[in-house]
Nanobody
């Protein structure tokens, strides 16, 4: 199983970024995919999630209306579009795959740094 995030970087407040996560080594289309973030000195928190089919999505309150999670089950990719970025969005962003089973198994990417600063 491999998850590789990309697309992070330095952006000014109010700017936009599109994070990507390339998945391999498992049945991507059966997995719930999520984006998490971890700011310095804080716990890792869920940002957004999308069901295996892509029909349903969910967002944490601080990013609602500013972020969109999407996936491509042909390319085995999951994306996080982030707009109107704020300094408090600064964090390392991680992609997570939850593989269904008894029990479910989670896999994580290595993370990509997002810094929002003028």
């Amino acid at each position: 199983v491999q998850l590789v995030e990309s697309g992070g970087g330095l952006v000014q407040p109010g700017g936009s970024l599109r994070l990507s996560c390339a998945a391999s080594g498992f049945t991507f289309s059966r997995s719930v995919m999520s984006w998490y973030r971890q700011a310095p000195g804080k716990e890792r928190e869920l940002v957004a999630a999308i069901t295996s089919s892509g029909v349903s999505t969910g967002y944490t309150d601080p990013v609602k209306g500013r972020c969109t999670i999407s996936r491509d089950n042909v390319k085995n990719m999951v994306y996080l579009e982030m707009n109107s970025l704020k300094p408090e969005d600064t964090a390392v962003y991680y992609c997570k795959a939850r593989l269904p089973g008894f029990p479910d198994v989670d896999y994580w990417g290595q993370g990509t740094q997002v810094t929002v600063s003028s």
